[in-house]
């Protein structure tokens, strides 16, 4: 009798010990589930809003991994349709719309990777330009989990207005200075011109000896402030 116990007791080990495996692999897979997605969420949202990664060599990589993977999102779409228009079984009307759709996803490809492209020669050497006339503005994220966007916003001494995404720090930064210096304050930026990537950032209340250049006074400026007269860029009212 205790033979036919013993045996039993080993028989019934072994499943025991593999619903506790079992057990413990569910309870890992639904740790997964729910707090990796979060934790992937709070890395990007860290990666996206943090100064030191917003502007320069970092800022430009955060466009190469939203625009790079959408672009190959779109490439791996129009392979999955292409794949889907050699089968023999498919209609015309379905050739018809999957070959319209590998024509879409390639274009989309193509015009979300251009701007990359076209800005690699520009690391080494980005664009520069004076802001004056700056705005701050900021959109809010949608729901809970959504980030807030912060934008700096200008126009250049050729009269063209430029817009920058900017961090949360740089953004109180810059509103600070600005409503302090009665809202008279300039910003010398460089940047990647195809996709206005914001490589430095440094806000001045007077132009600097190389601004100084760029925005000389005209002779036409009164030196008298009653005068009431301003100038922009190389034209006074």
């Given at each position: 009798?205790?033979?036919?116990?013993?045996?039993?007791?080993?028989?019934?080990?072994?499943?025991?010990?593999?619903?506790?495996?079992?057990?413990?692999?569910?309870?890992?897979?639904?740790?997964?589930?729910?707090?990796?997605?979060?934790?992937?969420?709070?890395?990007?949202?860290?990666?996206?809003?943090?100064?030191?990664?917003?502007?320069?060599?970092?800022?430009?990589?955060?466009?190469?991994?939203?625009?790079?993977?959408?672009?190959?999102?779109?490439?791996?779409?129009?392979?999955?349709?292409?794949?889907?228009?050699?089968?023999?079984?498919?209609?015309?009307?379905?050739?018809?719309?999957?070959?319209?759709?590998?024509?879409?996803?390639?274009?989309?490809?193509?015009?979300?990777?251009?701007?990359?492209?076209?800005?690699?020669?520009?690391?080494?050497?980005?664009e520069a330009a004076y802001l004056e006339r700056l705005e701050f503005?900021?959109?809010?994220?949608?729901?809970?989990?959504?980030?807030?966007?912060?934008?700096?916003?200008?126009?250049?001494?050729?009269?063209?207005?430029?817009?920058?995404?900017?961090?949360?720090?740089?953004?109180?930064?810059?509103?600070?200075?600005?409503?302090?210096?009665?809202?008279?304050?300039?910003?010398?930026?460089?940047?990647?011109?195809?996709?206005?990537?914001?490589?430095?950032?440094?806000?001045?209340?007077?132009?600097?000896?190389?601004?100084?250049?760029?925005?000389?006074?005209?002779?036409?400026?009164?030196?008298?402030?009653?005068?009431?007269?301003?100038?922009?860029?190389?034209?006074?009212?």
């Amino acid at each position: 009798m205790n033979n036919i116990n013993e045996n039993r007791t080993d028989k019934r080990t072994p499943g025991g010990e593999k619903n506790k495996a079992e057990l413990k692999w569910f309870i890992l897979f639904l740790a997964v589930i729910f707090f990796l997605p979060i934790t992937i969420l709070a890395v990007v949202e860290w990666f996206t809003s943090a100064d030191a990664f917003a502007i320069g060599i970092t800022g430009f990589m955060q466009s190469v991994i939203v625009y790079g993977g959408l672009g190959l999102v779109a490439v791996i779409i129009a392979l999955v349709l292409f794949i889907l228009l050699i089968q023999p079984d498919a209609t015309f009307l379905q050739k018809v719309g999957r070959t319209a759709g590998i024509l879409l996803c390639l274009a989309a490809a193509f015009f979300l990777v251009r701007p990359l492209v076209l800005d690699i020669p520009y690391l080494k050497r980005p664009e520069a330009a004076y802001l004056e006339r700056l705005e701050f503005e900021y959109s809010r994220g949608i729901g809970d989990y959504g980030s807030d966007d912060y934008y700096l916003r200008g126009v250049d001494m050729t009269g063209e207005r430029h817009s920058f995404e900017i961090s949360e720090k740089r953004y109180e930064e810059g509103r600070a200075l600005w409503g302090g210096n009665d809202y008279n304050l300039f910003a010398k930026v460089t940047y990647l011109p195809h996709t206005s990537t914001l490589m430095s950032l440094e806000f001045m209340t007077e132009l600097d000896a190389s601004g100084a250049e760029l925005y000389p006074p005209s002779p036409e400026l009164p030196n008298d402030w009653e005068s009431f007269s301003i100038q922009i860029n190389d034209t006074v009212y």
